[in-house]
């Protein structure tokens, strides 16, 4: 079985922090390909540091790729529809931080893009996991908590 080839789209904190690590730790499962960021060396340090040959300013350069197979989405959520659409549109799977959208408006037109293109949008949204989110849904469902109309970090 042949490593899934992956293009990261914005190499700051998350990237650098999370997937950047991860993609170190699965090298026999993962090959990094190419890295993207609207700043040039930022591109070029982390595809130096992980051992990626390919660095972009443009992250449409690394959609044209026929060798990579998905994207990692680590933008600021205003990008992530556009982003997305395009790699959708690109036959690239895809992988888009959290939050996956400025808007259900955006969220609504990557997932008809991915299921227009046939392949797999997932979110990361690992939070979940985390012990005082899930007391947070326990009470909530347990009806400990009213309405919840708005929650923040």
């Keep these: 079985m042949r490593p899934l080839r992956i293009g990261l789209i914005g190499a ?15 090298r026999e499962l993962v090959e990094l390909v190419a890295i993207t960021d609207v700043r040039e060396t930022a ?37 992530h529809a556009e982003q997305a659409i395009a790699a959708a549109e690109a036959g690239k ?9 400025a808007n259900l408006a955006e969220a609504d037109a990557m997932l008809n ?7 797999t949008l997932m979110v ?3 939070r979940r996991l985390i012990p005082r989110y899930q007391r ?17 970090e």
Excluded: N
């Design 124 to 126: 990361g949204h690992s």
């Design 12 to 26: 700051g904190t998350i990237a650098w922090s999370a997937h950047l690590p991860a993609i170190a730790r699965l």
């Design 113 to 119: 893009a991915c299921r227009r293109a046939r392949v």
């Design 136 to 152: 947070i849904h326990d009470a909530i469902v347990a009806g400990e908590v009213g309405e919840v109309r708005f929650v923040r």
């Design 43 to 79: 591109a070029k340090r982390a595809a130096q540091h992980f051992g990626c040959e390919s660095a972009y300013t443009d992250y449409r350069h690394l959609l044209d790729r026929t060798d990579i197979d998905a994207v990692l989405i680590c933008t600021p959520e205003f990008l």
């Design 93 to 101: 799977h895809i992988l888009c931080e959290k939050p996956m959208a």
